[in-house]
């Protein structure tokens, strides 16, 4: 097993990490990192709510959408109490 500065023991792979990613900083060899996706089938598609999988986005809209609703409904209720 390789050994450190300080003689402690290191796994050959932590080493050849550090001297790929020293390869990638210098340019040497190109950053091939592909995404990986954790779930193909997310639980709103299992259980048919989405066809998609969400994106932060999609659940900002979700949340303006029912902050608006939820607006105008206490804005109907002033409106109706003040007549």
């Given at each position: ?10 796994p050959?792979?932590?080493i ?29 598609m299992?259980?048919?709510l ?17 902050e ?16």
């Amino acid at each position: 097993m390789p050994r450190g500065p300080h003689g402690e023991k290191r796994p050959a792979d932590v080493i050849g990490n550090a001297v790929m990613v020293a390869k990638i900083a210098t340019g040497e060899v190109e950053d091939t990192k592909t995404e990986k996706k954790a779930h193909k089938l997310t639980p709103a598609m299992a259980a048919g709510l989405t066809s998609s999988p969400m994106e932060l986005g999609d659940l900002v809209q979700l949340i303006d959408v029912r902050e608006q609703a939820q607006l105008r409904g206490k804005r109907q209720a002033l409106l109706e109490a003040a007549e």
